[in-house]
């Protein structure tokens, strides 16, 4: 069910779509399942009203959208941004459902937040807004039933103001939200969790298809976008591991590592600090004023990077298109893994996909956000166990079950994809991860539907 003003949504339809067609020709009885999955299960629309600091009433727009809850209570994060509407928030919950499917923990999809901005709002404006926004929010979620958690402009700060109001609300402390402040419920690993997820799925892909360029290796570059939770903590692994980060982004403009040295770990840090007090990378030269870093306004990396070896899109949706795509191929681009939702264009994927096909076990192979970003849920459903039975696991734990279902992830869209990428695979030529991804999760819902009795 698909309308017009939905762009957003349709892609990510229309990528599964493609995906599953060698699937449903071989299984033609899951069409069905496949017909009723794309509708969600529930859409919650609703009205926040909150006060500034000048006294004055604002008003802004609440969504909730629960997607699918074959697998467990639906699981998915709070988007605070400008852009959030209906069409983004219905792709993020239909891609949450698969991509929970892929972590094999007991999951379902869902995706929400509100058109609200919190840059340049003062503390008391978000946690009032928080307040008005859990108090409705409240009344259609909990630990059995919905457990959201952050997700871009929903950091610590808010899950902290979101929990707290509904600990008032509804007089229980139970883990209705992921990201919790580490002692008082949260796990270790949480804020690192996605980034990490993300290398330790790109270090299978590489010891296949590349391991020439391992990441121990000071030789081997690495571009990556955005600059938020999910770059900084891809990039500190990185540089933890070895090898050499090349790029980081925001929505301004891009910041490009201009000696051999590549990004250090310092300089990393600075721009955590520098994000959390809502400033730009345009105003780098604060921090690099040594010459070590060319800053290039309103240009995203791809095109200014001469040679890449892994590519990791961390910022938003479709921020590498089908041109950028080109030029990461031309760089030499062996590696690209989503850290964001839906990263690549279309155009882009197909372009990746092409240099697979082509390549012969030497061009870009492509992973889906699905599949490579999928550790930072992964490790909210680890957070859900742990308040589950009141217990705290040690960074150790987790790192390591973080590790082990990246592993399983990886391995299940490879074997999958071997078997449903609709292509003979002859010689050297690498599986669509793509295709392994989607049809993977599609699978393990739509028997999970079946048995449920959601189609026969």
Known sequence: MVLPHEPEFEQALSELTISLQPFLKANPQYQKAFDIVQVPERVIQFRVVWEDDQGRPQVNRGFRVQYNSALGPYKGGLRLH????????????????????????????GKGGSDFDPKGKSDGEIRRFCVAFMTELSKHIGQDTDVPAGDIGTGGREIGFMFGAYKKLRNEFTGVLTGKGL????????PEATGYGVIYYVEHMIA???PEYS????????????SGNVSQFTALKVIELGATVVSLSDSKGSLIATTSKGFSKETVL???ELKLAGGSLESFKDFASDKEYSYHPGQRPWKLLSEVHVALPGATQNEVSGDEAEALVAAGTRIVAEGSNMGCTPEAIEVFEKSRREGKGKGAWYAPG???NCGGVAVSGLEMAQNSSRLNWTNEEVDAKLKGIMTECYNICYSVGNKWSGEELAGETLPSLLSGANVAGFIKVANAMREQGDWW
């Open 82 to 109: 400008p852009s959030v509407n209906l069409s983004i928030l219905k792709f993020l919950g239909f891609e949450q459902t698969f991509k929970n499917a892929l972590t094999g923990l007991n999951m379902g999809g």
């Open 183 to 190: 002692h008082w419920g949260g796990s270790h690993i949480r």
């Open 208 to 210: 296949r298809a590349c």
């Open 215 to 226: 990441l121990s290796k000071p030789s081997t570059l690495v571009a990556i976008s955005g």
């Open 270 to 272: 600075k721009i955590a």
């Open 370 to 372: 699905k599949a490579s």
